[in-house]
């Protein structure tokens, strides 16, 4: 438990600092608003309708293609610990899971499925 | 009260409320913020259990990863007017509550019994050592390994399937 | 930790059959649109794992590979072969039908390919953790292949059904898999029976498995975990289906004989109750509502619900024989689902029509070839001899009765009797009844036609000499 005290308290910092210069402007700024200044600012040009539209949904296969490798990611993370201790065996063995990905990512590439359009 | 248990009703405490916030809430973008409020919980519950990979990897995945797949597909989604997410009553809701009480109930039984002798003589003494990362990485990488590889094919067709069904036919 | 050869050895088929989905995948983004070339590929990487599989299963021992993970003898063998067939039939049908439907595309081969793999890992897992991937990884290859054909509305709604469904129930799955775990330590599947003796009465333990068999009863479509299974086989393109009826169930019911084993079923009778209901409410279910279908696909899909419910019978039978003929059962179920899905993908048009009860009416002067290999497989399906659905149907109810479920097999036989009047009528709209539209041919093309004789013909050798696949199946258990 008592290891984890450094943690806690990292946590605790990064999470003051957060909402602290978030919010420090709004605490001691001065406040004087104008019916000018509350409008809504888009480089001088008249908003004309709502920001929140749909998305396409190749914003969706981006993602969906960022998790995937995100998850291969993951499992680097436990064999970079043991690297050494696992040896000759344990680089033979990322080596195929990589190689067996990057069928998956020489197959995206030539699909096209980076290309925006 | 030793810190150990301080820290788990804490986190427990907190993982419930979120959870409970979550589902109450109208817009669909506050329902993810409170999500990933308890993932983060759970991510503190695993450390108490002394499963430090398991609580990295909840907090790379869930919070990282799968937090910025959900908020993609509320937006691809422009659910718009939130107050639209109400849900109606009926029968089929009425036996769902029903049975998701009896799960409820179920599970609590098992919390009680899960001192019972016969489970703990039953148990494995090498399964308690396994949550750190040398731990979990040294069963992945070792008699795990067929399981690893294969779950690179398991990504691989997932990458297949989202090139399919999302890709525009070119 | 060193792997031996023996290792590979083990799971040289699975080995097989990934890496052709590899090397599919590589040629279809390479050389975009040789898809002559990845289908025969594919037909190629499959017949060698079933001949690997079977040269195998004749007198194998049963042990393990890769540190516990792979259990090698016949059982796994043998099943592999099941989804070899299934594969290669599907492939075979597959390529006229994909061209009809405008969904020519390498990466169907390529998933295709996977859900075998899956399949493969479900059967020869002798452990859970190893089990579970290998259901993820057929669930998610049928998840893309139900919603395959994007500009179907249909489909894609299968798709997305199939998989929102299947997804919550791999989470019950996984979570009973987490209470075995927690209750036991362990995650090796030989380990169920000795546990399900010692903690018979822990409610983790026991509640874990029932999770697990609800995860289970999902993947076969048995009542009350059955509603997806008319939507997703109507809507997925029709090989998918047939692929996913008779693969996907066969990989599923490996799972139940592995995990729900006679010994761990005979240690936990509350749980074989609970099974044996499950059973008889499926067949019940199964066949009265797929007398009321009109759509063919629709018919196959309760029916569907309907053999999962006899299948069970002869798991919860409990012993050597119901065992036995589970994989007899799931054999046949193969050949005659596949068979009776691929005329369905003959007679449909681009469109999803073509494939109601009317629409067949006549049809023995349309296409007389097809009408007589539909016959065969309809007189199979029902269970009339000599055809190979008899004799499973004789072997799960002859174990349930050995197992002391005499009730169920007497509903079994009631509700075949029932199922004989849809799959029957289709037979007499077929050959004794006029069509309306007599001048419009069917064209059977040839890989498909190759596909159906190839089911018939084992539909008739295995109804006529049954000891061919049983001299198998006793090295099984």
Redesign the interface.
Known sequence: MEQYIPIVIMIGVGAAAGIVFTNINRWIGPKRPSEEKLSTYESGMEPVRSARERFSVKFYLVAMLFIVFDVEIVFMYPWAVLFRQLGM?GFVEMVVFIA?LL??Y??I???GALQWH | MTAESLAFFFLAAFAVSTAILMVLQRNPVMSAICMIGTFFSLAGLYLLLHAQLLAVLQVVIYTGAIMVLVLFVIMLLNLGDEARLRERYDLAMGVGTVLAAGFVV?LF??LF??G?P??R????????ALGTVEGMGGALF??????FE??S??L???V??A???AKRKG | ???TPQDYIA?LPLGIV?VT??LV??I???R?GSVRVTSWLTALGLAAAFFVAMTRVFGAAPGTA?????ATGAFPDLMTAVFCVSGILTVLLSSAYLGKEHLV?G?YY??LL?AV?GMI?MAAAA?L??FF??L??MS??F??LA??A?GRLMSNEA?LKYFLLGAFSTGFLLYGIA?V??????TAISAIPS?SL??A?????V?GLALVLVGLLFKVAAFPFHMWAPDVYEGAPTTVSGFMATGGKAAAFSGFLLIFSPLALNALPTLSDVISLIAAASMILGNIVAVSQTSIKRMLAYSSIAHAGYILAGVVAGNRMGAEGVIFYLAAYTLMNIGAFGVVSILESGDGTGVTYDECAGLSRRAPVLSGLMAVFMFSLTGIPPFAGFFGKYYVFAGAIGGGYTWLAIIGVLMSVVSASYYLRLVVLMYFKEGTERNSSVSVPAASLAALVIAAIGLLGLGLFPSLLLQLTAWCF
């Open positions: 065996f067996i069928v998956g020489i197959y590439l030539k699909k | 179920e039984f098992i019994y899960s019972d016969a489970l003589a039953s148990m494995d003494p090498r399964a308690a070792g008699r795990f390994v067929l399981p294969m779950t094919v398991l691989l067709v997932a297949v399937g090139v399919v069904l | 930790m060193i792997m799971a990934a989905a590899f995948l590589l279809e983004a390479f975009d890769f540190f516990g993970m792979y595309q990466e390529a998933v996977s793999a890992m452990d953790v190893f991937l290998g993820e990884l998610i290859a998840y893309i919603g395959f994007r798709g209470l775990y927690g209750a036991t330590g362990r546990h010692a903690l009465h822990s409610p983790v333990f509640v």
